[in-house]
């Protein structure tokens, strides 16, 4: 028996789908039985998502008015109360599970495992490092809690026909009261969403200017396709940062994706190396991304891309 | 407040293309450029900026590593940092081994504030500046693409998935950098010279009393695997085909 507590990723109102591509990996683990944990201020609604994932054998509950952001100071001490008895603490490499699975880790007194792509045994695991350029295989130490995030772009979500048992639990911590939530600002958006989507179109700095990505947007609409950005176009001011693909943005793994205008600086493409089919188009024919592109079209992007949209019609 | 410490890592320069060895018992790193993690460079930047506004008076910087990291503070120092600390250590010690490091110095300086780099670009961890703020049992506020020092008090913004996240954490508080916190300052000539004046301290890992964390083994390192070789399509209509041949639209 291998007990995997899984800190559940949720807006307070639905589930993230880290969770269930993050579900995917601990099952993988030998004789695993994974638990759920669902951190709110009303966990109800997400625990009942949860509850539905295909190999969760339990989900667990707190509710607390103090869990309604995610801080990870705030959240860090009840996950160390609760893990007591546990061999694995998971949670997904996003943003969330990167700020709070160290904080966890360090107050058990174990280092942590980053991204996790492959479960090769009990304690053994294959993690990408130096921006995707090499893999490597690492060995948790026997004997101590594993505390590991989940790189999700390398999983496919589990199914949701199940029906674990929910279970609220009082980690009976007294919690920290010098980290405030403020505000949280997010780019509303109709599309589907980058980290999820099935197909998305990325631009590049070749785009020049914010206005140029409307031509990005049309054809994304045509393909309901997410719409992402290599790192050159978010520093530029483009597009927001919550758009930006790669080593220290996000890493995806839709079926097709199309890079419009990016070179493919390496730490662009460890973000997209998980994608079904890679499509390039640029200027450029010597650009780096036509090396892993599968299908590449040298051409201005500013004649081919409304010329592509107008094709899909 | 008095102290910032400011970590820097000595890393293989971000425009090395990294090469697995054949052996695989790691990358390779003979005759390859060094240079202080990206991340941190921004890190040492937003504390002098700090510093520069007149809101703490004194910026460490802090390297955990062998004795060439000693070129990488230097490099700190020109940028305008006040002394240096070397804690000489195996280059590949695991994160929770470097935080209680700069946790042993943040109580021999009475630091108020440290700021780091999210992540290094080696190992792509992401992990020391939570573990720093666990082990000292203070606020974390990662990813910081702005950060307002206000008395006692900071206000950081914080780049996460869903957009712009703002948060406020009581100092003393750990801050890790994400890439749009600044630009950090290029070194002029002049400042070379006046780093080599000041001080840098070398510490033994021994020194400090840490208690070692149970180890992660790295085995085999490999390269990723490759991806075929793809097509070249001659126009716009091209791509439409070969997009419906592989049953994409």
């Known amino acids: 028996m291998a007990n995997v507590l899984l800190i559940a990723e949720h807006d307070g109102t639905n589930l993230n789908p880290s969770t269930a591509k993050s579900v995917a990996c601990a099952a993988n683990i030998e004789g695993a039985e994974v638990h759920v944990l669902v951190l709110a201020a009303d966990a109800a609604g997400v625990a009942a998502e949860a509850s539905r994932l295909d190999s969760v054998a339990k989900v667990l509950t707190v509710s607390n008015p103090a869990n309604e952001n995610a801080l990870a100071a705030v959240l860090a001490p009840q996950i160390v109360a609760l893990a007591d008895g546990y061999d694995y603490v998971f949670g997904p490499s996003t943003t969330f599970g990167k700020d709070l699975m160290p904080r966890v880790a360090a107050m058990l007194g174990v280092n942590q495992i980053s991204d996790i792509m492959s479960v090769e045994g009990s304690h053994t695991f294959k ?80 785009l020049g200017s914010s206005e140029s990505f409307d031509i990005i947007y049309a054809l994304a609409d045509k393909l309901a396709a997410g719409v992402g950005a290599s790192r050159a176009a978010v520093d530029a001011g483009y597009v927001p940062n919550d758009m930006q693909v790669g080593q220290t943005g996000k890493i995806i793994a839709p079926d097709l994706y199309l890079a419009i205008g990016i070179s493919g600086a390496i730490q662009h493409l460890t973000g997209i190396k998980d994608a079904g089919t890679i499509v390039a188009i640029n200027k450029d024919e010597e650009a780096p991304i036509f090396e892993v592109a599968d299908i590449g079209l040298v051409a201005d992007l500013f004649d081919a891309v409304p010329e592509l949209t107008e094709a899909l019609d | 407040m008095e102290k910032i410490l400011v970590g820097l890592k000595r890393a293989v320069d971000y425009n090395v293309r990294v090469r697995v060895k054949s052996d695989g018992s790691g990358v390779e790193t003979d005759g390859v450029k060094m240079s202080i993690n990206p991340f941190d460079e921004i890190a040492l930047e937003e504390a002098l900026r700090i510093r520069e506004r007149g809101e703490a008076s004194e910026v460490i910087v802090l390297s955990i590593g062998p004795g060439d990291a000693q070129q990488q503070l230097r490099t700190g120092l020109a940028m305008g940092a006040d002394r240096a600390i070397l804690v000489e250590a195996d280059a590949a010690l695991d994160a ?50 702005e950060v307002a020092i206000d008395g006692n008090t900071a206000r950081v913004t914080r780049e996460v998935d869903a957009g712009l996240e703002t948060i406020e954490v009581d100092l003393p508080a750990v801050i890790t950098a994400d890439l749009r916190l600044n630009d950090p300052r290029y070194v002029k000539l002049p400042d070379i010279m006046k780093a080599k004046k000041k001080p840098l301290d070398t510490l033994a890992l021994a020194d400090l009393g840490i208690e070692a964390s149970p180890a992660i083994e790295e085995t085999h390192f490999a390269p990723p695997e490759a991806r075929q070789k793809g097509i070249m399509v001659d126009d716009v209509s091209g791509l439409v085909t070969a997009l419906k041949d592989k049953g994409l639209i």
């Open chain 1, 127 to 206: 993690r990408p490092v130096y921006a995707g350029n090499a893999i490597v295989t690492v060995n948790a130490p026997e004997g101590h809690t594993v505390v590991a995030t989940v790189r999700t772009a390398s999983y496919r979500a589990v199914g949701s026909d199940n029906a674990a048992p929910v279970e609220a639990v009082d980690p009976g911590v007294e919690l920290p009261t010098h980290t405030r939530f403020v505000e949280l600002q997010t780019g509303q958006s109709d599309r589907p969403d980058l980290q999820t989507a099935a197909r998305v179109v990325s631009g590049g700095r070749a």
């Open chain 2, 96 to 145: 929770l081994d470097r935080a209680r490091v700069f946790k042993a110095i943040v109580d021999r300086e009475g630091v108020e504030l440290v700021v780091l780099g999210k992540q290094a670009i080696d190992d792509d961890n992401n992990q020391t500046g939570q573990m720093l703020a666990a082990v000292w049992d203070r606020p974390q506020a990662t990813f910081a693409s």
